[in-house]
């Protein structure tokens, strides 16, 4: 459905992304993650027809964005980063505004006007002026206009923003509903997002993708050990060197708080049998006993860590895909 | 509705929802009628001065006292009046980031500055149709000529859209409407005043050219009851090459 081929986007000497390349398949769901300034913006403009790529081709449910801007339009809904809203308009006359835009008129207006007035529950201040209304509200009216004509394809450029929990919740509800029928692009930092709602995460950094697949695959592929956390009620002093002594453990971290260890052993091995064993053989008094897995927030941290002066590196990541899989075999 | 007249609509309501469109009538139609007051009881003085060389009654010509007065002085108001309506047009979409909404809805450039052209040209036709109500009015004591009074009406409309096409310019240039406003005065200021610079240089090529890219004679040839298709050509062209204008750049900030 939307098929990016080695996009550039140059502002002068600037390059805002480079060489960006990915897929999104119909009724996939595609997060889009990076800190601020990574170039999810420019990509998602250059989706929309806002602004042509420098290099590279961009398509849409097959028409490419630079030679036929009018029928990717249509097929687009598009909530860019600041709600298009207009302050002077009521929620409905709003939203029939954009659906005369985008061509729609009579029973057909009325119809998609009050269905994504109900799928944003707007209804309760459908006939209130946009500049009356919390940020919250605007974003969600930022949402509707989106997908008034229900197209084929969303890029949703930061949704959640400025809502409340009971609203995100609500809002990538309805985003994970709409999966199926719609391609959807989403730009987000919150990492718990993209887990929660997106079958696939493409981590950009720098105007670079760093890594590409499902939230799952990226932590398997970037974890080089197992780790498993216990915590002790009344630990020995020689603890981290009595607990290195179990076969099969490599390292043992002193955690956070007190009595707590971290303990790493090799990729794909089960350690939590004979460390409980041996700890209830001590008597050290076993409080809890977990093995840790690598969140999205670690993965993302670790491929996007050049602004803490490290440079991010396609190679980089498949350095530790490669450590990955040597460490497995 | 099709999208042009959606953003027509849209850009109608904008208008009357703010005190603007009010604010700058009032003005308008306020200058208007006190000026069309003062040409009036200028023409009375003359026409007291007329009865006492003359004796009897003086014949008062209206149409040279009063309104080409009048019309000749409306290009200043315009002048003032007109770029405060069109400064918010593409200014206040981009601060407000609905300029985004417009350029990926699925609809031409020339489209989106056409509904905002025509919205403004509109609010400026319905100001002029209420000063109709001077000229009728005198009509009710004095007898003129309708004539000249239309070819200054068409005058006034075609200056009216040129000044519009270049606020129009103007405002999608910046961001920030009080800039927009200040451009488009200065830029109507400058084609005002190269008149004085073909006057100055006379008969020459070039003064024929510097006083055909002003809009003062062509205007004054309206007022004065003239119709030359010369100054519609001027008129319809200048107004075509400023929408352009006005095109390219908002297609212009796409690529920035």
Redesign the interface.
């Known amino acids: 459905m939307i098929d990016v081929q080695n996009i550039t986007k140059r502002y002068g000497n600037l390059t805002a992304i480079d060489r960006v390349t990915f897929s999104v398949a119909k009724g996939e769901v595609l997060a889009f993650l990076g800190p601020n300034g990574a170039g999810k913006t420019t990509t998602m403009r250059i989706l929309t027809c806002f602004m042509p790529a420098t290099e590279g081709t961009a398509k849409v449910a097959g028409f490419d964005c630079a030679d036929q801007p009018l029928e990717v339009k249509r097929r687009i809904g598009y909530l860019p980063e600041t709600p298009p809203v207009y302050q002077e308009f009521t929620v409905s006359e709003y939203l029939t505004f954009v659906g005369r835009m985008r061509g729609m008129v009579g029973k057909n207006l009325t119809t998609a006007l009050d269905q994504s007035i109900e799928k944003l529950a707007l209804g309760s201040v459908r006939h209130r002026l946009i500049g009356n209304l919390s940020r919250g509200y605007r974003q969600r009216v930022g949402l509707a206009q989106a997908v008034i004509h229900d197209p084929p394809v969303l890029i949703l450029d930061e949704p959640t923003v400025g809502l409340d929990p009971k609203q995100i919740i609500e809002i990538r509800d309805l985003i994970k509903s709409l999966a199926g029928s719609h391609s959807v692009i989403l730009s987000t930092h919150i990492l718990p997002e993209a887990t929660a709602v997106c079958q696939r995460v493409v981590i950009i950094s720098g105007g670079r993708i760093v890594a590409e697949d499902t939230p799952d695959q990226l932590s398997a592929r970037l974890r080089h050990s197992e780790k498993i956390s216990v915590t002790i009620k009344t630990p020995p002093d020689n603890c981290l060197a009595r607990l290195q002594s179990i076969s099969g453990i490599l390292n043992v971290f002193q955690g956070q708080s007190a009595g707590t260890f971290l303990l790493e052993c090799a990729l794909g091995q089960d350690k939590r049998d004979e460390v409980a064993r041996f700890i209830i053989a001590n008597q050290w008094g076993l409080l809890e006993l977990r093995t840790i897995s690598m969140t999205l927030e670690d993965v993302f941290l670790q491929l996007t860590r050049h602004e803490e002066g490290m440079t991010p590196q396609v190679e980089h990541v498949s350095e530790l895909s490669q450590a990955t899989q040597e460490t497995a075999s | 509705?099709?999208?042009v007249?959606?953003?027509i609509?849209?850009e109608l309501?904008?208008y009357f929802?703010?005190p603007v469109v009010y604010v700058v009538g009032a003005i308008f139609l306020l200058i208007f009628g006190f000026l069309s007051y003062l040409y009036v009881v200028y023409a009375g003085y003359q026409a007291i001065q007329l009865m006492q060389m003359q004796g009897g009654q003086a014949q008062l010509n209206l149409n040279d006292l009063v309104f080409r007065n009048l019309f000749a002085s409306m290009r200043f108001v315009l002048l003032i009046i007109l770029p405060i309506l069109t400064m918010r047009l593409f200014a206040e979409e981009r601060k407000?980031?609905?300029?985004?909404?417009?350029?990926?809805?699925?609809?031409?450039i020339n489209e989106i500055v056409a509904g905002k052209f025509v919205s403004v040209f509109l609010v400026f036709l319905s100001l002029l149709g209420l000063t109709g109500l001077v000229p009728t009015v005198l009509m009710l004591f004095s007898d003129f000529d309708w004539n000249p009074i239309w070819t200054g009406y068409l005058g006034m409309t075609l200056l009216g859209a040129l000044f519009i096409s270049v606020g129009l310019l103007a405002s999608a240039i910046t961001e920030n409407q009080i800039v927009a406003a200040f451009l488009s005065f200065g830029m109507l200021l400058l084609i005002w005043l190269i008149s004085g610079l073909g006057a100055l240089l006379g008969d020459t090529t070039l003064g024929q050219i510097i006083s055909y890219v002003s809009f003062m004679d062509h205007y004054d040839r309206l007022v004065r009851g003239l119709i030359d298709t010369k100054d519609l050509v001027y008129f319809f062209s200048s107004l075509a090459f400023m929408l352009f204008l006005t095109h390219r750049v908002v297609e212009s900030t796409?690529?920035?």
């Open positions: 509705m099709t999208p007249q959606a953003i609509a849209k309501r904008g929802v703010s407000l980031r609905t300029f985004e909404f417009l350029m990926t809805s699925p609809i031409g796409r690529w920035k």
